[in-house]
C-alpha cells in the first residue's frame, strides 16, 4: 500500500471524530467530554439453533452507548457484515440522534451477523426468538431498560416476535409490550411506524426548503417542486422517502441504486413501479421504463439537486467524495459519509443534512409508540368524536349565518367533510412527527447559522445533542 495513502476511519472512528469536531467548539466540563463520548458497554453473544438438522452457531451484540436517560432505544440489525465497531457507532448515533429530536432516551444499537434471505421465515422466528431470549434475559430487552426497534433487515414481524419473546418471559409485566417498537399495529404497533423514517426525511426536506438562507446556501432556488433526486436504496427508508417526495412534493426521482445496479430517467422514475419491479425480481435490472447502470455506485456522482443515501453506511468515501456532484444531501441512512468525505465535501460547500437528524423520524415514532404502549391506549381514542361534535357546533353556526347571507356564502363539501373529521391516530402521529422534525431542524439552523465558528448542520447538531446530554449528565451531579 502507498505510505502517503489517507487510511479511512472505521465507522465509529468517523463518529467519533465527527464528536470531536463538535465538542472542540464547547465548553464541557473536564472529563465530560470523554464520558459522553465512550460507548458504555456492549454485550456479546453466540448461541446455537438447531436447523436443518444441524446446530447453527449465530452471532450477535447489543451495544449500549449512553444510559444519561432510561430506557436506552435503538435497533437491531440483521445483516452479515454486522460487528462490534458498528453497533457501537450506530448505538453512539442514537444518542445523538434522541437527544436532538428530544426522545427521552439513551442510545443503544443491536446486530446479528445473518443474511436473513437464507432462512425461511419458521427458522428466522426460532433464531430471533433465541436472540431475544439471551438480550431479555440480561436486560438488553426491556420496557424500562432497552428497548429495541427495527434496522436493516428486520421489520414488522421480527419485533412482534421480540414482544412476544419477551411477554412469555414476563407474564406478569403489564407493560411487556412497551420492550420493543415497530411492532404491527395488531401486536401493540402504532400506526405510520413502518413510512416514518421516510416520512421524516420528507419532513426534514419540507422544512429546509421553507428557509430562503439555507436553500442559497446549497446554491439552489425554488421549492422541492421539480427537483432532481437520486436515491440509493429503495429499501424501507429510501422507498418512503422517494414515494412521498415524488407523489406529494412534486420532486423528480431521476435515479435509484440498488444493489444489482442502478436506473436512471431525467424524465423522473415511477417509484412504486420500480418498487414492485424489485419485489418480483430481487433487484433493479430489466426494468423497462429507464436506463439500466450496472456499476450502481457511479449514479450517487450524478448531477442532480439531491442526493438521498439511505442504504449502507460510508458509501461516500474518500474515493468518491470529490466526484460528488449533489449540492445538497441528506442522510437517509446511518454514517453514508465518512468523517475524511465529509470534510472534503464541507470543502466544496455541499450543504449535508445529517444524520441523527434526517432519519430520525423512525425512533420519533417509535418514542410515541412507546407512549402509546405504556398508556395502553391509543392516540386520540378519547378526543375524536368530541373534537368532531366540537367542530360541528361551529359549522351549524356558520351554516344559520350563511342561510340568511345567501348562496355565496355557504361552506364547499370539501371544507365541511375536512373540518368535521376528527384526527385519527396515523394524523395524530404525522402531527407529531413533523413538529419534531420542524423543531430539531430549528435548533439546528440556529447553531449553524448563529455562530461564526459552525459552519456546518451536522456540527450544529453535534453541538444541540451533546449539550442536550451533558445537561442531563449535569442534573445527576455527574
Ligand atoms: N433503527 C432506527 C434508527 O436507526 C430506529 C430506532 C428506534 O426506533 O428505536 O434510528
Known sequence: MDGTA????????????MFNRAAALMDLPP????????????????????????????????????????????????????????????????????????????????GLCIDPREYDEDELERITRRFAYELAKRDLIDPAQNVPAPDMGTGEREMAWIADQYARM???????????????????????????????????????????????????TGTLEGKRVVVQ???????????????????????IIERDGALHSEDGLDVEAVYSWIQRHGGVQG????????????LLEADCDILIP?????????????????????????GPITAGADDI???????IIPDMYANAGGVTVSYFEWVKNLSHIRFGRMQRRQEEARHMLIVKELERLSDKLGDAW???STFKEQYLRGADELELVRSGLDDTMRGAYQAMRAVWHGRDDVTDLRTAAYIVAVERVAASYRAKGL
Do not use: W
Open 6 to 17: 489517507i487510511k479511512e476511519p472505521s465507522f465509529r472512528e468517523s463518529v467519533d471524530l
Open 31 to 110: 472529563g465530560l467530554e470523554d464520558k459522553i463520548r465512550v460507548c458504555n458497554s456492549t454485550y456479546t453473544v453466540r448461541f446455537g439453533v438447531k436447523l436443518r438438522g444441524k446446530i447453527q452457531t449465530f452471532t450477535g451484540y447489543r451495544s449500549v452507548h449512553s444510559e444519561h436517560t432510561e430506557p436506552v432505544k435503538g435497533g437491531i440489525r440483521y445483516a452479515l457484515n454486522v460487528n462490534q465497531d458498528e453497533v457501537e457507532a450506530l448505538a453512539a448515533l442514537m444518542t445523538y440522534k434522541c437527544a436532538l429530536v428530544e426522545a427521552p432516551f439513551g442510545g443503544s444499537k443491536g
Open 170 to 220: 414476563n407474564t406478569s409485566d403489564i407493560n411487556a409490550r412497551a420492550c420493543v417498537t415497530g411492532k404491527p399495529p395488531h401486536a401493540g404497533g402504532i400506526q405510520g411506524r413502518v413510512e416514518a423514517t421516510g416520512r421524516g426525511v420528507q419532513y426534514a426536506l419540507r422544512e429546509f426548503f421553507r428557509h430562503p438562507e439555507d436553500i442559497a446556501a446549497a446554491g439552489l
Open 233 to 255: 436504496g429503495l429499501g424501507n427508508v429510501g422507498y418512503h422517502a422517494a414515494k412521498f417526495l415524488s407523489g406529494e412534493d412534486g420532486a423528480k426521482i431521476t435515479a
Open 287 to 298: 426494468y423497462a421504463d429507464a436506463t439500466y447502470i450496472e456499476n450502481g455506485p457511479s
Open 310 to 334: 439511505a442504504a449502507l453506511e460510508g458509501v461516500i468515501n474518500l474515493t468518491n467524495a470529490q466526484r460528488i456532484k449533489a449540492p445538497l444531501i441528506i442522510e437517509a441512512a446511518n
Open 345 to 351: 465535501l464541507r470543502q466544496k460547500g455541499t450543504v
Open 410 to 412: 355557504s361552506l364547499t
